[in-house]
């Protein structure tokens, strides 16, 4: 074992953990916020529980964190409208200042004390496969880890949590598709710290599967599986991504040959400016095009999944009519981007048409008639086949895209019905101008990382 | 029936049919060369015989045409090398300004009366199946013909003639690769006239097979099989292209929906003048790029299918390299030329190359050490692999085309040692300037017929 790594990882682990006083800072917070959702359960007479869950009930938050998740469990007898109408009311009685989010169902998010704190409201099932709405399950993963998590495996949970920021895989949102905390956490805890998770996923050949309870029913197509050990029929990893795994085992393997401190920070490089970006197209010569247009007022779990299908189902269709596309991404903030640089930006006049077989009578007549005094370049004979030159009908791939044909494909819905009100295409070195929204973005897109 | 039809033939059959006078001259001349030659084999004590062999020796001849075939058969007793040179010393005793050429052995060629006599030797084999060389087939195709075809049919054969001369597809040459004589007659005889013959074609659904004396042994993967009545294991119609028998469809359905005498008259487009190219090639949208150099020295049935490699050769390469071919064609006379037109002649700086899977260690370290430092964009990671997008070897058509790549192809034997001592590559306007050589054959590729 490399000395350097155990004094990068010393250096890590000395940031990342909480000091004693920022712990009891937090628990005081926590204690406040369990006491108010306590006092409001019992004003509403209802027989239901508040507890601590999340990083921080588990001790493998980051120091800096300052997330506070506290659910509140009601009994199952509630209907689900009540659990919604007393879970909010609660929250705003918990959180005076909070104001309401919505997943599966809505709850109240606020401050306490400096804390950013989620409120929710959830059903006191029997067990995870019992679960009601997908927010039933943490009180379980929260107990499962609480009872197996011990101080020297949660100081390495935060060690892999750094980690997994800084290389910038760590969060399952869809805009993220990286590492969950929980599975994280059970990956410190399935391979006995963060030095031998690493250790051994340089060396993964996915699919990966781990199964921590041996009880694991399904099978899945993702590339890593973790069967949760509060439910024989979920796989922990399901929302990461295939080049995030592959990014892990990348880094790992990094971290393993040359260790250092950086791998743990996460980078955002420097901002370009519109010349700038200008010239880096202009060196690698292609020809960038963008469709902007307003964001879609969505929540990111809603929009970054629409945008990356209508960066998809563009990007197919440029490619069909011959701009070949080299590479494509999609930025959002006021406004969107739909960026793609073109190895071919412009076609000639005409294309080629190929036609049915001559001695397939009926329709190689049709075909002729069809083409014969149209003023297209044949109908010739070529090999068994009547072939014309006809013309083109998009020169230019700002024409296809300024055209209707956009919405021949498929686009996330929100996006398409923003696209149909209206949206603006960029060409060369028009797209520049985006660095002043996407400078940040653009020299990322520029100059790519693993 | 159409009337339409009759007219147009009747009035073909008169242009076609030599006259009285035009056929007596042409006995003569032929009956002159038999004499000589016969005198020739007996002064050397020759066993052997003289026929008058080919459309000339079958009736089958077009008004206007001056080819006599004479071929001197030897008892096959004779050695190939005896055979040869007496050949040759017999063919220069018939023909005293002749010269010499070589198919499968040498022959004498030269004019009488101002008819071209080709004199040719052969074995007087037992049959056609006993052959020791292919000339030796020609008598018995003759007499086989000789013996069924009546003077009506002989008057089809030359209208049939007539017709594939006028849309191009007449003579089984390796530039042709078109209907032979003896294919076109075979035809005619299978189908009882030229009209029938038309009627059937236009329905053809290829693989097309015929076997006039039923007994035919071997199977062909050829889209028109005629098996020779004089040897059960040859296809008379294996030089015909793919294109030339679709070609031959179309016209015949032309011909029976719109009868008239043109289809029956080659047309040689008016040459275009540089400018006049230079403006197609604009219209089209289109970048030209030609590599010209010095025909070999070669006869054209050695030079057409070396051409043709090698543009399908160069032709790939351009594809490869992301310069997308939309036409080809080859031309020669004192220069030869490869044509390609493009649709694309320019590529970005960068290219995408695509490397390992991440996780397959061995060797996407090896692919990631070998471009870490190398100044490409990335190595980053697309789905499971790492890409990167590195600097594109041939940022232009010309470039490629200029450099030894085109080495690295199947070529023609002769075309590649030319290529190798000294080419031009044309680009753009520079291609006009071809139109001084080959101003018909452009005019023909720019506006291309069935």
């Known amino acids: 074992m490399s000395e350097e790594l155990s004094g990068v990882l010393r250096a890590v682990r000395r940031r990342v953990e909480p000091t004693d006083a920022e712990r009891e800072r937090l628990e005081q917070a926590a204690h406040e916020v369990i006491g108010r959702a306590e006092a409001a359960l019992e004003e509403r007479g209802i027989d239901g529980d ?4 999340g990083s921080t009930a588990r001790n493998t938050w980051i120091a800096g964190d300052r997330d506070v998740d506290v659910f509140v469990r009601f009994p199952t007898a509630v209907d689900r409208e009540k659990l919604e109408a007393v879970g909010l009311d609660i929250g705003h009685a918990v959180l005076p200042d909070g104001h309401e989010e919505y997943a599966e169902h809505p709850y109240v998010v606020g401050e306490v004390d400096g804390y950013d704190v989620d409120l929710v409201p959830c059903y006191d099932v029997e067990d995870a496969t019992a679960i009601q709405s997908a ?15 011990d101080d020297d495996l949660a100081d390495d949970v ?14 399952s949102d869809l805009r993220t598709q990286g590492f969950s905390g929980y599975l994280t956490e059970l990956l410190v805890l399935e391979h006995g710290g963060f030095r031998s998770l690493v250790e051994a996923a340089a060396e993964w050949h996915p699919p990966v599967r781990f199964d921590p309870e041996t009880h694991g029913t399904a099978t899945f197509d993702d ?3 973790v069967i949760d050990p509060t439910d024989p029929e979920r796989n922990v990893a399901a929302a990461l991504s295939t080049a995030n795994l592959a990014r892990f085992q990348h880094y790992a393997r990094e971290l393993l040959a040359e260790p250092r401190e950086s791998l743990f920070e996460p980078v955002d490089p420097d901002p370009l400016d519109p010349e700038a970006v200008r010239a880096a197209f202009d060196e690698r010569g292609t020809t960038p095009v ?3 247009f307003e964001t879609p007022d969505l929540v990111e779990d809603d929009l970054y999944p629409q945008l990356e299908k209508s960066l998809d189902g563009i990007r197919g269709l440029l490619d069909r009519h011959g701009f070949d596309v080299l590479r494509a991404a999609a930025f959002a903030g006021e406004h969107a981007v739909l960026l793609f640089e073109l190895e071919v930006a ?6 080629r048409h190929v036609g049915p077989p001559v001695h397939v009578r009926e ?12 003023g297209v370049y044949g109908p010739f004979v070529s090999e068994e086949r009547y072939v014309v030159e006809r013309e083109r009908e998009y020169h230019t791939a700002t024409e296809l895209l300024e055209s209707d044909a956009i919405f021949d494909v498929a686009l996330g819905t929100d996006v ?4 149909e009100t209206t949206h603006t295409v960029l060409v060369g070195a028009a797209v520049g101008t985006l660095a002043e929204s996407f400078g940040r973005e653009l020299a990322g897109y520029l100059d790519p990382k693993p």
Chains 1, 2 share one sequence.
């Open 290 to 292: 963008a469709v902007t």
């Open 416 to 419: 398409e019905s923003t696209l």
């Open 50 to 53: 508040v507890m601590l869950v």
């Open 158 to 171: 935060r060690l892999t949590k750094a980690f997994l920021k800084g290389i910038g895989v760590y969060g």
């Open 346 to 351: 412009e076609r000639p006049a005409v294309e």
């Open 363 to 374: 329709h190689a007549d049709g075909f002729y008639e069809k083409y014969a005094d149209s």
């Open 223 to 225: 590339d890593l599986v």
């Open 135 to 149: 927010v039933d399950r943490t009180p379980f993963h929260t107990e499962y880890l609480q009872a197996r998590l």
